[in-house]
């Protein structure tokens, strides 16, 4: 079957830095993408690993290793507004985006 | 660019009646469209995908009779939730993908939230 699994909830504080765990298991794989979503608003796209490694954007990044089934998100200088819900979804082979419940990431003054 | 929209962005309506929820892709053309359902904390769940011009394909478990889906253009989707029921009160999402794009990025709407009472 396929699954993703990632920790229910996070707290950290702000200013600090924050890395979500993301495994995997899918029907093949296409790539990954990490999501966040805001209480009752749509996700947002974060960003899109396909090859091993890291992909840095800004105060976010991205890595993936494909052997493992694994990926992580980095937050670096965490803002108030990175309260959310950050989502791995990978690409099964059918190109669907897989979706997990989530991790809730609770930022603290 | 790659701005999807939903209209309405809240519905209330009655037990019985129908809901038409209409998913917009503004600057782009999108070759497939996917209707996601979700409830209070918990995950994005796929009613269904669409490509334009032929009939969606629906994920097990969800009624095809219940939940019409057209996708009568490049631009635009839309989800009837017909002889509405206040189970099916939620958030409803939907999400456009751009042609040849090969990283197959989804683009989300702003969603809809409907409350059958």
């Known amino acids: 079957g396929q699954n993703i699994d990632q920790p229910t909830e996070m707290t950290a504080t702000e200013g600090a830095i924050v890395q979500i765990n993301c495994t995997y298991q899918?029907?093949?794989?296409?790539?990954l993408f990490w999501y966040q979503q805001h209480a009752g608003e749509a996700p947002t796209f974060l960003s899109y690993n396909v090859l091993d490694g890291l992909e840095e954007k800004g105060r976010f990044s991205s890595f993936l290793s494909r052997s493992k089934g694994y990926s992580y998100l980095l937050l670096k200088e965490l803002q108030m507004k990175d309260s959310a819900s950050y989502l791995c979804?990978?690409?099964?082979?059918?190109?669907?985006?897989?979706w997990g419940a989530g991790t809730k990431l609770i930022i603290k003054p | 660019g790659a701005v999807v929209s939903q209209h309405p962005s809240r519905v209330i309506c009655k037990s019985g009646t129908s809901v038409k929820i209409e998913c917009r892709s503004l600057?782009?053309?999108?070759?497939?469209m996917f209707w996601y359902r979700q409830f209070p904390k918990q995950s994005l769940m796929l009613m269904a995908t669409s490509n334009e011009g032929s009939k969606a394909t629906y994920e097990q478990g969800v009624e095809k009779d219940k939940f019409l889906i057209n996708h009568a253009s490049l631009t635009l989707s839309t989800l009837t939730v017909t002889s509405a029921h206040p189970e099916d009160s939620s958030f409803y999402i939907c999400?456009?993908?751009?042609?040849?794009?090969?990283?197959?990025?989804?683009?989300f709407g702003p969603g809809t939230r409907l409350t059958v009472t």
């Open positions: 979804a990978p690409l099964d082979s059918n190109y669907q985006l897989i």
């Open positions: 600057d782009f053309q999108a070759t497939t």
């Open positions: 899918t029907s093949g794989f296409n790539g």
């Open positions: 999400s456009a993908r751009l042609m040849d794009r090969e990283d197959y990025e989804q683009y």
